[in-house]
């Protein structure tokens, strides 16, 4: 056993002269058959290179820093099958790269390699950009609108928007309209928005929309749907007008005052024990309905209390155009004592009764309906309403309720 370990040993050690030997006799300049074309030289590459996407283009970014030598860049796509070559003007400092390059629409990759003045090129940049085009465009869908409502009081439009797919790239909702200048007006809101308010607003004149799309966090260009076709919209010229109507407050169970219609003082004469004034809306079987009144303070708590109405007024500002219009109230119940007249006057007032003359127009009130119709020939505040002179006693008095709709309409 110890002969043959010893005959292993020493053919492993003969191996490793040989092995050795054969090293040594190698020409020690073999390694320069792997340099014939000389030693390589590269160019420094081109730095940060961002690629944007666009409408039927790129835009590409990038920096040229520490190789002054760089004298132009070459653009490779899509497997070197397109190019683009560009002279490069090398400052003393970082020079930037800013292109536009028109190309299909579609997913591309790119290869970026500058040159020296001796053909010398840099290791190659790749990077991957996308083109938008025709085939994402006619697959955008414009943002649905619920409803329009133009309020002449403020002479605002509100339009009411459905939701849209956010991951879609949808950013905008561009509305374009005319004001009440006759000026065409864009406005531009988040697609976050639940709703629109246009400002100055023309009655009469439609508006159309369109959503604006940007389909990447890298895209320069905004993509845009059709127009929506013209939508004209509803005119709302007075707030509040269906019985049962809505209160801003009430100073107990029964007597309160009306949301939108302003109550002047001499209408508000249900006084609280806190002393405070209420007036304009009665509460009737649960139900509130616009409300005038005076007298029978015996029955009252506290009392006296709903004091005689002198020149009492219910009512609103408006916005109106040249036209005619027409004001119904239905259901009407009035006593036979006091005065109560329906009227328009211009301005953001009503008149007193000495001075019922001014008024555009205005209708004693006798029955359970009362029609009012008038002609506006230039445009302005018009105020439309109630005004009751109400006569009362501790034993006796006076009222008028609306407990019906009230329609305003233009004709």
């Given at each position: 056993m110890k002969i043959q370990h010893i005959k292993t040993i020493f053919i492993a050690t003969m191996l490793s002269v040989?092995?050795?030997?054969?090293?040594?006799?190698s020409k020690s300049d073999d390694y320069k058959k792997y340099l014939e074309g000389g030693e390589i030289a590269y160019t420094g590459k081109i730095d940060s290179v961002k690629i944007y996407s666009g409408n039927e283009r790129v835009y590409i970014t990038g920096l040229f820093m520490a190789d002054?030598?760089?004298?132009?860049?070459?653009?490779?796509?899509?497997n070197r099958k397109d190019s683009t070559e560009l002279k490069i003007n090398r400052t003393t400092g970082v020079d930037t790269l800013k292109l536009s390059l028109k190309i299909?629409?579609?997913?591309?990759?790119?290869?970026?390699?500058?040159?020296?003045?001796q053909?010398?090129?840099?290791?190659?940049v790749f990077r991957t950009g996308v083109s938008y085009g025709e085939r994402f465009s006619s697959g955008l869908i414009n943002r649905p609108s619920y409803s329009a409502d133009y309020f002449a009081g403020d002479q605002k439009t509100t339009v009411n928007w459905g939701g849209i797919d956010l991951t879609s790239g949808a950013q905008f909702t561009e509305v374009e309209y005319t004001n009440t200048a006759g000026k065409l007006v864009v406005q531009r809101d988040s697609i976050k928005f639940g709703k629109s308010v246009l400002a100055n607003f023309l009655p009469g004149k439609p508006f159309r929309y369109r959503t604006l799309f940007v389909p990447d966090s890298l895209s320069i260009d905004t993509f845009y749907t059709n127009y929506s076709a013209n939508i004209l919209p509803k005119e709302v010229y007075l707030k509040n007008m269906n019985f049962p109507f809505e209160t801003l407050e009430m100073g107990g169970d029964r007597w309160g005052t009306p949301a939108y219609w302003l109550v002047n003082e001499a209408a508000k004469n249900y006084r609280t024990s806190e002393v405070k004034y209420y007036g304009g809306i009665e509460i009737r079987d649960k139900k509130a309905c616009l409300s005038l009144e005076a007298g029978w303070w015996q029955w009252a708590s506290p009392?006296?209390?709903?004091?005689?109405i002198v020149n009492g007024k219910i009512y609103q500002t408006t916005n109106l155009q040249p036209g005619k219009y027409r004001f119904t109230v239905s259901k009407i119940d009035k006593g036979s004592a006091g005065v109560v007249n329906l009227l328009a006057a211009k301005g953001n007032r009503l008149p007193d009764q000495a001075d019922l003359n001014t008024a555009i127009s205005y209708k004693t009130i006798s029955?359970?309906?009362?029609?009012?119709?008038?002609?506006?020939?230039?445009?302005?505040s018009v105020t439309l309403g109630f005004l009751g002179n109400m006569n009362g006693t501790a034993s006796d008095g006076s009222y008028f309720k609306v407990s019906g709709n009230m329609i305003f309409e233009k004709l």
């Open positions: 040989t092995m050795l030997f054969l090293l040594c006799c002054p030598k760089v004298e132009r860049l070459k653009i490779y796509w899509d299909s629409e579609g997913v591309h990759n790119f290869e970026l390699i500058t040159f020296d003045a053909g010398n090129k840099s290791l190659s009392s006296p209390n709903l004091a005689p029955g359970n309906q009362a029609i009012l119709e008038f002609t506006v020939i230039e445009a302005g």
